[in-house]
């Protein structure tokens, strides 16, 4: 941009507001932008002091680069003090040359430390990054421009990270590309606008461009991503009254548990990063180190604390909700509710009923277990699967197993602390949605106090039992202390704890998804691999002795790869021997 046609103003942030620079640029240097796809823009420029009330910009100064129309080309901020260079004496007196370098507008955003908050689940790209914006600077930034994109399945935003590597890396997944420029956020897919290279246009510049040719010829691709689910594996054992540890023939694909939420209800109030709260009633409160819930407006749905977050129905987790107490003989309403859709008990009764016992603690959890471990495929981009149109992100049908159980803990008793859990509900529902919404509380009138609530991603395994001409029931896999039968402690060993030894005869069933196809002695054993041949092109390199190939192997860089291989073989998971065939 020519320098008769540029704007320089640089708010120093004294309370003077902005000041014109543009007589003060460096002829001899021009200033110079350096854009590259999904990073932050840097602006380095060169001022020569004229003058006595030159003022020096200094480091976190506002700048604002424009042309004569006043068209923003960037905005930003000094990024460190500046470098300086004496010149010699002039008309007015001693001059020097100030060398700058400004960082755009995401400076401000990367500076904060983002928040520790939940997985992002079945959210779109642009949702995403939204969210991260106000977790940064709430209020700050406008995110109107802001397009969502592609569903993501599943995004960790690490909060050792800067925001600008999310926007980056999220900006990977959905094939876009993001920008920030005065205050505003813009995400739009990759190749939304084209730009046409013409010798002929008085703005085009040879010496700017630079092109570089690549050795792009490669008719034979293997792709190796993360580990993924394998074989599906049933295990079978019998007990003989005396063994409680059992040998699995391979190791689980999810084979230690992690809790994703620890909410011991410390602060004084509900955090905005794990919960949303409808509450007309001001029914809800926190405090002494409990969720207080005192009645509700007598409506279903109405007076609800809800994860912001929705629930992915695949592997095996645990929702547990306690130790409640109930303050009052009279309540209604439920207690970690999992729905499709809006917050709503419609339906019908199910399952065993429990009378609660004044003064006794209450810890409610939810199991369920899916032999698929995801429940939507990963979405993948090329120049022919734009942002919008990638290729995979089915949804992938399953049967999900529920249990419902309670551990009824009475403090003058400690026995009941380590007793077994009562389980009130153990089925199976076919074709269960892939995504629900999770609501903590839904009180048309609950007069109850909570003290914890966690979400866990146990180890996938489902434990059932069965005594001779008797049905098979689901053993409980967990510590001891949430009233548990057993746990996969090692990774390979299913270990009953002492008090539940399986008697003689009776027989064990174990599920679960292995981290082995059919072939365990593979080096890349365990992870997602695809490969892709192009047969016409491996003719046409043919020559002489040289068959034609031209093979590469590539890892996936950006993101945990779900069933990979499906996208380019459409085969089911667990055989790993035939997606190298």
């Not at 002494?288 to 609800?304: E, F, I």
């Not at 590539?554 to 997606?579: A, C, D, M, Q």
């Amino acid at each position: 941009m020519p320098l008769n046609n540029m704007r320089l103003q640089i708010d120093n942030l004294d309370g003077t507001g902005p000041r014109d620079y543009t007589s003060n640029i460096d002829a001899a240097r021009s200033p110079r932008i350096t854009r590259k796809l999904n990073e932050a823009s840097q602006f380095n420029f060169s001022l020569v002091s004229v003058g006595t009330n030159f003022v020096v910009p200094r480091r976190g100064a506002r700048v604002i680069l424009s042309r004569s129309n006043d068209q923003e080309v960037f905005t930003g901020y000094v990024k460190t003090e500046s470098e300086f260079e004496y010149l010699g004496w002039g008309e007015r007196g001693a001059m020097y040359r100030y060398n700058f370098v400004a960082q755009s507008d995401e400076l401000l955003l990367d500076e904060k430390r983002l928040s520790t908050r939940s997985p992002f689940v079945a959210r779109s790209a642009g949702d995403a990054l939204r969210q991260l914006t106000q977790d940064a600077i709430p209020g700050a930034f406008g995110t109107s421009a802001v397009q969502n994109l592609d569903t993501l399945p599943y995004y960790v935003p690490d909060p050792q990270q800067t925001w600008s590597q999310h926007a980056a890396t999220i900006s990977t997944e959905a094939r876009a590309s993001y920008r920030v420029l005065d205050g505003a956020v813009t995400f739009a897919p990759i190749g939304s606008v084209t730009y046409t290279l013409s010798e002929s246009d008085p703005n085009f510049s040879p010496q700017g461009l630079s092109l570089q040719p690549i050795n792009a010829v490669v008719n034979d691709a293997t792709v190796v991503g993360e580990l993924e689910p394998g074989a599906y594996v049933r295990d079978y054992f019998v007990g003989n009254g005396l063994s409680t540890r059992f040998y699995l023939s391979q190791p689980p694909f999810t084979k230690r548990s992690r809790t994703i939420v620890d909410e011991e209800y410390a602060t004084s109030s509900l955090d905005p990063t794990r919960w949303s709260v409808l509450d007309p009633r001001g029914a809800v409160v926190v405090g002494a180190g409990k969720l207080q819930v005192a009645g509700g407006t007598g409506a279903d749905g109405a007076t609800t604390v809800n994860f912001v977050e929705q629930i992915e129905l695949g592997g095996s987790w645990v929702l547990e909700h306690g130790s409640v107490a109930f303050t009052s003989t009279v309540s209604s309403g439920i207690l970690g509710g999992l729905y499709i859709g809006d917050i709503s008990s419609d339906g019908t009764l199910a399952g065993s009923a429990l009378v609660t016992a004044s003064g006794h603690r209450y810890v409610l959890a939810t199991r369920f277990y899916s032999q698929e471990i995801y429940r939507q495929e990963q979405i993948f981009h090329c120049a022919a699967n734009p942002a919008g149109a990638g290729l995979g992100g089915t949804q992938v049908a399953a049967n999900v197993r529920f249990v419902l159980e309670v551990h009824d803990v009475d403090p003058t008793n400690p026995a009941t602390m380590v007793a077994s859990a009562i389980v009130l509900y153990d089925g199976v529902i076919s074709d269960a949605p892939a995504f629900c919404a999770y609501a903590l509380v839904n009180s048309p009138g609950l007069y109850c106090a909570i003290a914890f609530t966690r979400i866990i991603q146990a180890v996938d395994v489902q434990v059932r039992t069965s005594l001779p001409g008797q049905p098979y029931v689901t053993r409980l896999v967990g510590s001891l202390s949430s009233g548990c039968e057993c746990n996969v402690f090692s990774g390979t060993t299913l270990d009953f704890f002492s008090a539940f030894v399986p008697p003689v005869n009776q027989q064990i069933e174990v599920h679960y998804r292995g981290q082995y196809g059919s072939d365990s002695l593979l080096s890349t054993v365990g992870r997602a691999m695809a490969r892709v041949t192009n047969p016409a092109s491996i003719t046409a390199e043919q020559r002489g002795i040289d068959n034609g190939v031209r093979g590469t192997v590539r890892h996936v860089k950006y993101w945990k790869v779900r069933n990979l291989e499906r996208l380019f073989t459409g085969r089911s998971p667990g055989y790993i021997s035939r997606r190298c065939a």
